[in-house]
């Protein structure tokens, strides 16, 4: 989406057989954004959806679905509430402020066209989340988007009160074959018990530091269910 000119002239006389015509690209800026793209993996369940659509939103979610139904597009996917496609979906930043984009992913291409023209235009970088379903049955979908959007870093979503599931495993071990950098984020702590929450902690801790070869750096972010 960066801002682009092209510029046709004639050719030249004596290439006039061989050449249609001279294109001059551009781009008009003097400025580069960064775009990180970051890839949500995680079981199903786990709220990948839903944090998406809280930080890209900027608003909370209602505990009732709002933040994943900006994030989810087919109707089969607003219905039952879990991805089954991939999705990208941006969040920008403007002198450390974020720009976010309230129009819900499944509006009209032209409506989301323009709200992705808005937030690009009013920010100096920005962070692309590509939304990866986490259901065993659209695994391959997953592998695709894990390898064909080359993320610049992969994000496990784990639900606290969920632990560390078989497809959570999965993912990781994907991630790492590829050689992506991984981050965790623990959602739903408000409604896992103490004790299960540590378990998870330290299963996640000993899976990543096997799989990924390098230690985990743990940071607990005490916030509402994602």
Partial sequence: MAQIESLVSPPEEENKDSVIGNVVI??????????VKIAVIG???????????????????DGRGSARKRVLRHNHELSCGRTSALSQHILGFNQNAPVHNKVPNSSAPAKKTTAWTEVYNKSQNLVTFIDLAGHEKYLKTTISGLTGSYPDYGLIVV????????????HIQIAAALKVPLFVVITKIDIAPANVLADTMKQLQKLVKKKAGKKMRQNENHGRSG
Avoid: F, H, P, W
Wanted: charged content about 25%.
């Fill in 26 to 35: 551009c781009e008009n800026c003097s400025y580069r954004k960064q775009d």
């Fill in 43 to 61: 079981n199903v369940d786990s709220g990948k959806s839903t944090l998406i659509g809280v930080l890209t939103g900027g608003e909370l979610d």
């Fill in 159 to 170: 639900g606290a009160n969920m632990g560390v599931s078989k497809m959570t495993k999965e």
